[in-house]
Nanobody, 121 residues
Framework: QVQLVESGGGLVQSGGSLRLSCAAS????????MGWYRQAPGKQRDVVAT???????NYADSVKGRFTISRDNAQKMVYLQMNTVKPEDTAVYYC???????????????WGQGTQVTVSS
């Protein structure tokens, strides 16, 4: 089956760094825009960063200058490098991508299972 598999979450101290990874698995013909979203308890799910197939990026104001999104099309991977993390970055982080399956003529939006990031004070 086609799915997004995340890794890299965990506990990190304030001011530290963490890198999240997301791999698109299965027989995939092409990948469109990919992104990272996060949701804290009692809060809505908000976009953190997105990156198009061509490499155009967009960031939430709260993470600009600290986080970097990147992708490796050959490996079907998207990454989120998180630097100078803050306690308010604590949330469940979700990978998102538009995927086109082999022999399919349409893209389908997929979500990863989510990975917990906890930033300690």
């Amino acid at each position: 089956q086609v799915q997004l598999v995340e890794s890299g979450g965990g506990l990190v101290q304030s001011g530290g760094s963490l890198r999240l990874s997301c791999a698109a698995s299965g027989i995939i013909y092409s990948i469109g825009t990919m992104g990272w979203y996060r949701q804290a308890p009692g809060k809505q799910r908000d976009v953190v960063a997105t990156i198009t197939t061509g490499g155009t990026t967009n960031y939430a104001d709260s993470v600009k200058g600290r986080f970097t999104i990147s992708r490796d099309n050959a490996q079907k991977m998207v990454y989120l490098q998180m630097n100078t993390v803050k306690p308010e970055d604590t949330a469940v982080y979700y990978c998102n991508a538009d995927l086109k399956r082999w022999l399919s003529d349409k893209s389908v939006n997929y979500w990863g299972q989510g990975t917990q990031v906890t930033v300690s004070s």
